[in-house]
């Protein structure tokens, strides 16, 4: 409880002083609203007997902004808050950003030897991160309820091509979890598409954090795009989670359940 507390007034001090710092400044808001129960995926840092996992959907900015805090929602399976050892938010471009292209097929699919298609993917390396076990987050957990469902789930079946189709790792349950994050330093982001990458590490070998998807509108802004995943074993290359990996004969496209809010000149 005393740990709780602290990051609460950490987190207070950091938005007060944000507010007082960016009085001038117009607020930067976007939302992809709240989990649908459609699809969960794994998204965690590297730990021990566990390889990294990256799940990632995008947003855009219009404008530079000073992106100050990040809200994500997902399942955690055997506790609450006490669970929870480290969070890393990590901001990618769009590919080609950032990215090797000339180790793939080239235009216009840009497929390499592990996947279909790297168009419109995250790029190969992150752009920016905040990572909590090197300070430059802080995080508060809710708990917002227990045996919240999903559809289907994405955690161990990331598989390069020709098995890349693994249908997922199907129905799951847990206890349905907001991570509300303040990043500390902020990101100083320049106008332009990214994606979102939330990373959750948990106590011991056996749990994952699983980010739950949102309802998908036909565009949740112009040029929306859906969510992709990866490990470390796919590394760089990245599956869209619903075209690449469900791969019904019509594939549904996911985005992640998540804001990002700072400022604007």
Do not use: C
Not at 135 to 149: A, E, H, K, M
């Amino acid at each position: 409880m005393q740990r709780t507390l602290r990051v609460f007034a950490a987190i207070g001090m950091a938005v007060m002083l944000a507010g007082a710092a960016d009085a001038s400044a117009d607020s930067f808001f976007f939302s992809t609203g709240a989990p649908d129960g459609r699809m969960a995926t794994a998204s965690r840092p590297e730990s021990q007997g566990k390889i990294e996992i990256e799940s990632a959907d995008d947003f855009t900015l219009a404008a530079d902004t000073n992106l100050t805090s990040v809200s994500f929602t997902g399942l955690i399976f055997n506790g609450g808050l006490g669970e929870i050892r480290q969070v890393r938010v990590e901001i990618y471009r769009v590919f080609p950003n950032d990215s090797d292209v000339s180790r793939t097929s080239g235009p216009p699919t840009f497929s390499t030897s592990q996947v279909p298609t790297r168009v419109n993917s995250p790029s190969d390396v992150a752009f920016a991160t905040r990572d909590s076990a090197e300070g430059t987050l802080q995080f508060v957990v809710t708990v917002l309820g227990q045996n919240f469902p999903a559809a289907n789930s994405v955690i161990n079946g990331i598989q390069p091509i020709p098995d890349q189709a693994t249908k997922g790792d199907g129905p799951v349950k847990g206890h349905e979890v907001r991570i509300d994050v303040v990043l500390d330093p902020p990101l100083d982001l320049p106008a332009g598409h990214y994606f979102l990458v939330p990373q959750v590490r948990l106590q011991g070998q056996g749990g994952n954090f699983l980010w739950l998807s949102a309802p998908r509108p036909p565009l949740a802004f112009t040029g929306d795009l859906q969510m992709w995943i990866r490990n470390a074993d796919l590394d760089p290359d990245w599956l869209r989670v619903g075209t690449d990996i469900v791969d019904d004969t019509t594939p549904p496209t996911f985005n992640g359940s998540f804001s990002v809010s700072g400022t604007t000149p």
